[in-house]
């Protein structure tokens, strides 16, 4: 069974960083995309970044300069660097993989910015 396993949140204070990991396992095959999204309080989930494994990769306008997104194919692995986080940070963030079509997800992490 492919499953998505995060790891890696917590509480940072504002201007801090975060590293977050997301190890898929239950499959030999590298995934054709990797990447995170976040859903904040009362607010729908929202991409923040991804990755294929050809190492193309889109993140949110709103969001770089501070976050940075990579991956390890042969551990299919992805990783998000969260650099000079703020309190609008503060979100689950999920990892989210795309595998021959079909979607799988992470049970998410919480990321909490204190001010």
């Known amino acids: 069974q492919v499953q998505l396993v995060e790891s890696g949140g917590g509480l940072v204070q504002a201007g801090g960083s975060l590293s977050l990991s997301c190890v898929a396992s239950?499959?030999?095959?590298?995934?054709?995309?990797l990447g995170w999204y976040r859903q904040l309080p009362e607010k729908q989930r929202e991409l923040v970044a991804a990755?294929?494994?050809?190492?193309?990769?889109n993140l949110a306008d709103s969001l770089k300069g501070r976050f940075t997104i990579s991956r390890d194919n042969a551990k299919n692995t992805v990783y998000l660097q969260m650099n000079g986080l703020k309190p609008e940070d503060t979100a689950v963030y999920y990892c989210?993989?795309?595998?021959?079509?079909?979607?799988?997800w992470g049970q998410g992490t919480q990321v909490t910015v204190s001010s």
């Open positions: 990755m294929t494994s050809t190492g193309i990769t």
């Open positions: 989210n993989g795309v595998l021959r079509g079909r979607v799988y």
């Open positions: 239950g499959t030999i095959l590298v995934f054709n995309e």
